[in-house]
């Protein structure tokens, strides 16, 4: 926006007053006694940034003028929370080697100082240019300002190779007017609520020359901090790694090897990043990967990576700074109430994301994020975190009941697949009935005495030893999963409702579930257990189960004294294969199912692997039994995900 301030003053003699009155009568000496010289007056300012998003700021043409003051998704300047640390410079200790508070651990990055810091830094500010104002005066000079935004906004200004901070005293000089200004610019942090700042910065540029100044003004937006969806290609793989010589710890170092071999398998060439300082083993949990991005040099995708902390006392979230960020990776806190427990909804393992779609006339170009809510307890995820979500203006969180679930995610019972269909995307779900109906059928066909687990015997008491008769006959395991079954089909029913998705697009995954129950750990604690599972009558939970079964409430922060009351609620019976990791376009990486073995196959792993096939995806499998499964996990909860950061979130699907 253009705008013209005039303060010059026209002065005359008596004389001339005199002249110009008559001439102002009509009289002959109208006639011009002093020649025009009226000067030129000066060009105006004109600030550009780039507004069509190709890469360039256009300072000769005309098509990043038009529509410089205005944003919305397909249009309009895009800068980056520029939340990284490009330099390494940001410690994790005191001097003294103390480990560094949450609070000072999340105030450093990039935008916490006035410099740029390196190349690399200076990549990810966005360019706003003058055009040329020539023949300009000497006197002549310029100032920046930023009129909306600034508290939340750093901007630079190029100078002999160096980029210095504008502060209110800069003035651009006649010479930088005359062959035009470069600025850089920063936001200060990703967008956290809408209400309070909506990521949009104006920036003015004043001229001021021979007593007139005139302005412009450009409007940009933070890039909008956005998580990631199965569309996007796996690039590295994140799994805890166990340091202890226990059996947890010998077991836990067994499943990374074999997860690195799937990796491997899968053609991913990164190495996987392991944590192994503080023991959380739900790598799903402590941590969202995500992303802001905008178009960098020739229309190329500049991305940062950002790793979403969890709104939770969760220490292992401290890994992401002291491990995680560095060069275009930064980490967001997201603050809230539970900042001081665990309140499982508050995991990012009940965080998902649709890929892009179009329905109804709404459009998530980047996805849209999916999160369980109890509706039978009204207890939501943070609101800050949901907040935050919402305030970036592309992925709306859309939320499903999990109240029937122990841990209550979202990843227990539904994901996103790609698939070869118009829309490019599948839903899987658990499918209980289909469950069901396998162990059914092979009761028809004689084999109701095999065993419905088929791990090796341990001689443990804890071994599940139930036979498909058994668990059939057991008063629960129906109920538990009709109940899951319309517990899942009416999440089924929003996301169809929301997204479009016809029957055909559904990828139905046999599973079963069980109603927790509660378990004596032998020293005054109780835990929860799959209510089939045989113990013996009145046994005391040995030192194995409860390592692994204490693993997940702990981890979520449930009291497991034996004064906490416990309520029933489900979680897998049979390894959940839907709760997998996919590693690629067309692998995908399952629980082992250790179910009934009939005529020497595991009659779930070939339900499961069929199921997948049939979606253009070969299954491959790992155990997580006494890992994951036992804590009521499975391989996705234990595992992240950094996928690809270059799709444009402003295309349209």
Known sequence: MRTVRRHTRIRTSPARRAVLALATAGSVLATPLFPAHAAEPPPPADLRADVNRDGLVDVTGSTDDSGEDTWNVGHGAVMLPNIDDDSKRCPVTTPGGEPLSDAKLAACNDAADTKVNGRADAADLARVRSVPLRHLPANAEGRVEVTTGAEHTRVFLRRSDAWVPV???????????????????????????????????????????GGETTSDSVTLRAAPLLTHHHLQQTQQVMVTEARGEDAWGRMQRKFVKDLRKEVEAAGITEPLITFDKYGDPWAQDFVEPAYVSMTGPGGTSQAMR?????????????????????????????????????????????????????????????GRVIMGERKDSGVRPSQEIRTLLKSQGLQDPLLLDTSWLGVGHVDEFVQFLPA???????????????????????????????????LPDSGDETD????????????????????????????????????????????????????????????????????????????????????????KWLAEGRDTSAAAPQTVTTSAYVPGAVNGVLLSRDRYLAPRQWGPVVGGKDIFTEAVTTAYREAGLKVSYIDDWYTYHLGQGEVHC????????????????
């Open 638 to 653: 234990g595992t992240n995900t950094l996928r690809d950061t270059s799709a444009a979130w402003w295309h349209r699907p």
């Open 306 to 366: 950002v790793v979403l902390r969890s709104a939770q006392g969760r220490e292992a979230g401290r890994a992401l700074y002291e491990k995680l960020r560095g060069p275009d990776i930064g980490v967001v806190q997201a603050k809230g109430p539970d900042m001081n427990g665990r309140e499982s909804l508050n995991s990012m393992g009940n965080l998902e994301t649709i890929p892009p779609y179009t329905h109804n006339g709404r459009s998530f170009p980047a």
């Open 464 to 551: 599940p030893k139930e036979t498909i008769d058994e668990a059939l006959a057991s008063p629960h395991l129906v109920d538990d999963n009709t109940m899951a079954a319309e517990r899942i089909a009416a999440n089924l029913r929003i996301l169809q409702r929301e997204t479009g998705v016809t029957d055909a697009e559904i990828l139905r995954v046999p599973a079963l579930y069980t109603r927790e129950a509660e378990q004596p750990t032998g020293d005054g604690e109780v835990i929860g257990v799959p209510r089939l599972t045989r113990m013996g009558a009145g046994s005391e939970l040995p030192d194995k189960l409860r390592k692994f079964g204490q693993q």
């Open 167 to 209: 502060t209110p005293r800069t003035r651009l000089t006649a010479t930088e007017l005359r062959s035009g200004a470069e600025l850089g610019v920063e936001a200060k942090d990703v967008i956290r609520n809408s209400a309070q700042w909506d990521g949009r910065t104006v920036i003015r540029l004043s001229a001021t020359s």
């Open 420 to 454: 070869d269909t118009p829309r490019g995307w599948k839903i899987g779900v658990a499918d209980p009935q289909a469950g069901l109906k396998l162990l059914r059928d092979a009761q028809q066909r004689g084999h109701g005495a095999t065993r419905m687990f088929s």
